[in-house]
């Protein structure tokens, strides 16, 4: 029972963060009318930060996609989350930067998926995997079916880059 009221708990924080990210978003466009998947999904804050709490961490608990995830990170910690967040706001019609973007630590997000994937060996059913369970955080914090598709779609173009390299 603890364990539900603490699921609920972390749901009510993520829709509630996700509704303060579209807010801020919208305050934050002037009235110009960006209406895209981004801004819906709070840019890259909103986005960045539905990473870090839920999708990372059911990523990493998953059993086909865990083994891949972990032992393969060679970057510091919450660097990946924020070049993917930066890539996801870009490519669903934010104002981040495509690829290069330089982070606080002075991390560089890298311009390769193949680059950055190189020696992991992912086939695609992890790859399937890890944007159903994109999907599947996404529905459980409200996100609309449209929006989760148009993510998928994202993460779907970055296959190849990812895929047995």
């Given at each position: ?108 997000c890298r311009s390769s998926m193949s ?50 390299k």
């Open positions: 029972m603890k364990k539900r009221l603490w699921y609920g708990f972390g749901l009510s924080v993520v829709v509630i963060g996700l509704l303060a990210g579209v807010a801020r978003a919208a305050e934050q466009d002037g009235g110009n009318g960006n209406n895209s998947v981004a801004a819906r999904l709070g840019g890259f804050q909103g986005i960045l930060a539905f990473l870090d709490r839920f999708v990372v961490p059911a990523e990493v608990a998953d059993p086909v996609v865990g083994p891949f995830f972990v032992p393969n990170i060679k970057e510091p910690a919450g660097d990946i989350e924020q070049c993917l967040a930066m890539l996801l706001d870009h490519d669903l019609g934010g104002s981040s930067p495509h690829f290069g973007a330089i982070l606080q630590d002075q991390h560089q680059d950055i994937h190189r020696g992991f060996r992912i086939p695609d059913r992890v790859i399937d995997r890890f944007i159903a369970i994109v999907g599947e955080q996404a529905a459980m914090a409200g996100v609309a079916d449209a929006d989760i598709q148009e993510v998928a779609n994202v993460l779907e173009r970055y296959r190849g880059g990812v895929r047995n």
